[in-house]
């Protein structure tokens, strides 16, 4: 099954990296691509894919598991969680457009549904029915999970993990991106699954990269991966390496 790590964009190109190069596309560019794929493919996918539509926990902006890694909230805050790894409610992350635009999903209203091409998958025992299946990652916060030990006594990361945007505050955040680069280039559980010439320029480029890695590993290597959260709580396609802090506290929060 082929796989692809896509960084999408609802206002200017969204990046695909398939192992080998990454690609530029509009909206509407990135819809004819992966409406012509053909071939059976897994996509993880940068951007909210489910609603929080349950009875029990409804609501139209943010879902359980946003909630659970917002950083200024106290489950988050348990888990240091820093400055920079942003965790947003679904309503708040204008790329879920781009999502329905192209997949269907998120499905906000059940009268609307038609057979959708993509399967979006949101547990880790997934086989699937459809050869096109899609999944939501979480790349920033991925990145923080894979690299967070090899990091923490670095004084770039210190007080902040932000590698993405600009801060006229903050001038280290290049630095950062750099360094998080070179780190995820260079890791045990990285080396080997593309050319180790690979070459990352942009956060964004970054971010597309760690969602192929992800997506790789769920499907070549599924214990090195694992889809936190559910059809009701939403889900994020996650590193499982020395995660079992996060998901022992996921699993035994009473908002769930």
């Avoid at 990135?30 to 894919?49: G, M, Q, V």
Wanted: glycine fraction near 4%.
């Amino acid at each position: 099954m082929r796989v692809l790590g896509i960084d999408p964009a609802p206002a200017k190109n969204s990046i695909v990296f398939d192992g080998e190069e990454f690609l530029y596309k509009n909206p509407k560019e990135l819809k004819t691509y992966i409406d012509n794929i053909e071939e059976e493919t897994f996509i993880a996918w940068d951007a909210p894919l489910s609603a929080a539509l349950s009875e029990k926990d409804f609501s139209l902006t943010i879902r359980q598991i946003e909630r659970f890694f917002y950083r200024q909230g106290r489950y988050a805050k348990e888990l240091n969680i820093p400055k920079g790894i942003s965790t947003l409610g679904y309503s708040s992350c204008p790329h879920w457009t781009i999502s329905q635009y192209i997949f269907g999903h998120p499905v906000i209203n059940r009268d609307c549904i038609k057979d959708l091409k993509w399967e979006l998958v949101m547990k880790n025992s997934f086989t699937g029915k459809s050869p096109f299946q899609i999944t939501e990652a979480h790349p920033a916060l991925s990145l923080w999970i894979l690299l967070r030990d090899e990091l923490k006594d670095h004084k770039l990361f210190t007080s902040s993990w932000q590698y993405k945007g600009y801060s006229s505050s903050d001038k280290d955040i290049e630095k950062r991106k750099e360094a998080v680069i070179d780190k995820l280039l260079s890791h045990t559980m990285v080396k080997g699954i593309v050319d180790e010439n690979t070459k990352i320029s942009t956060d964004d480029e970054l971010d597309a990269f760690m969602c192929y890695i992800l997506g790789y590993w769920a499907v070549r290597e599924p214990n090195k991966s694992l889809i936190l959260g559910d059809e009701i709580n939403g889900s994020f396609l996650l590193p499982k390496y020395r995660c079992n802090d996060i998901i022992a506290s996921f699993e035994t929060k009473s908002i769930f």
